[in-house]
């Protein structure tokens, strides 16, 4: 199977035909808080839908529709989101009119054409999540509260590192995610380090992609190792089950952050997606 | 002047008359979007006023005065203010009773019993701010976007730190200060450094005090410098002025945060106190 090739057709705001001829790459960061996730969901706020309104406007068409790397859930932050997608050709002053549209709860970081192979979605090698939790006595600094996760007892990160360790490489994370009908919960999870600093503990989480939920049930169980109520071994020990795992509590949103997607050098794009892509199927 | 001695009489909620004997001092945090500023004011959510009425709440009294190292304006952050309160005794658990009933923009990060010498306001040696620019084309991190301005032009730091060497030492800043009628204006600025990492810029500020609007005044300054409005001399020149001047622009409330507030050791407590009070009248 050979790399697609796009090229739609847009009608512009003067009723001319425009073919489709650039990629896009578009670096996206947002405050989840005020939204409902990235996907376009109707009569709900989204990431996708606000960016894809956006472009729109400046551009004059009537549609542009983004490809991205991580479907974030309600209330999940991103500073390295990544989409794509065909325009007609790139202007100069892109960045800035996105800066001037967009509300400040979202920004556009960067614009910049890419080959027609690179896609988002399917060329990522992994995606990297930051989940921080504070479990200082007085609560989470009221600047960050929005994105660190409060915790009302000690945790023991030694331990949480502890657990995290023999859940690495590739395996069935069934019993972390939300399943879908006919999707593998197959992954290859590259990362998952806790780390403290004063009363501040980070999560980094990365993987080739992750299932639904999966980031935030992986932080949710380490949390329960955490502060006591499980042994260090119970998040490996559920690695065994082909089904969702009814005890593994979901970490509330708000302490996740997408941080980066990484993706292959130029030449090696197209084989990526190709891969991925036959994988998922 | 010897250091003056509180003895604050309260009423209980039983009735009971309790005298004041412990001097106690809070490390504050807030995140000034949603107060005016810091001063209790009528039918306005203040930062003392919330936190005065929580302490009413949980230590059954009808006031805790409290007396704050710096009034800061509405909008203006603050991760190291320091207040204290004369209380008849300190609860072991008001750290925990604080967090649990303060809005999540409010916290207090430490409570601890200090020398009753010891007075928030009169007894600091220095304050320091931190102003957080950011000149990227896209505009501000959306997850710090409370608490950085986004410049819509590129900004010359290496000229706003030549600019800020000479306002250093003790001066009258009158040309930075909102005046107040028989309140002197002279200062001793101890630090305007100027740091750029990446696109975003820090202005540190400190000093033995500050008057009404001084660094934000400091601030809009440099940043007229360093886009190119007004030559690296121009802030310097303004300290010959005995008043306002008119056309120093005051940089918006949300960039600065009250970062920290130095104070002596407890034996000199006391000194300094004096020391404070006599220059101010």
């Known amino acids: 199977m050979s790399a697609p090739r796009y090229a739609y057709t847009f009608q512009g705001a003067d009723n001319s035909f425009k073919v489709g001829r650039v990629r896009v790459r578009f ?37 542009v529709p983004l490809t991205v790397a991580g479907r974030t859930d309600a209330g999940v932050h991103a500073t390295g989101q990544v989409a794509h997608a065909e325009l007609a050709d790139l202007p100069d002053d892109l960045l800035r009119r996105l800066a001037a549209v967009l509300p400040a709860d979202l920004r556009v970081c960067a614009v910049r054409e890419v080959p027609p192979e690179f896609d988002a979605r399917f060329a990522a090698l992994w995606r990297r999540y930051a989940y921080r939790i504070t479990d200082a006595r007085w609560g989470a600094d009221p600047l960050q509260r929005t994105q660190v996760l409060a915790w009302p007892r000690p945790l023991d990160a030694d331990a949480m590192a502890a657990a995290a ?26 990362l998952l380090a806790v780390r403290r600093d004063a009363d501040e503990i980070t999560c980094t989480v990365a993987a080739d992609a992750f299932c639904h939920s999966m980031v935030r049930s992986l932080v949710g169980a380490l949390l329960a190792v955490g502060d006591g109520r499980r042994p260090a071994e119970w998040p490996a020990s559920l690695l065994q089950l082909d089904r969702r795992a009814d005890d593994v509590p979901v ?10 997607v990484g993706y292959p050098a130029d030449a090696e794009l ?4 190709e891969l991925t892509r036959a994988r998922r199927d």
Chains 1, 2 share one sequence.
């Open 251 to 260: 970490a509330p949103a708000h302490g996740l952050t997408l941080v980066e």
């Open 27 to 63: 670096d996206i960061a947002y405050d989840g808080t005020d939204f409902s996730g990235w996907a376009v969901q109707p009569d709900r706020r989204t990431v996708q839908g606000v960016l894809e309104s956006a472009l729109c406007t400046l551009l004059r068409l009537p549609a």
């Open 270 to 273: 197209a084989a990526r997606a």
């Open 165 to 190: 360790q023999p859940l690495l490489g590739l395996r069935d994370f069934a019993a972390f995610c939300k399943r879908r009908a006919g999707a593998t919960t197959t992954r290859t999870l590259q």
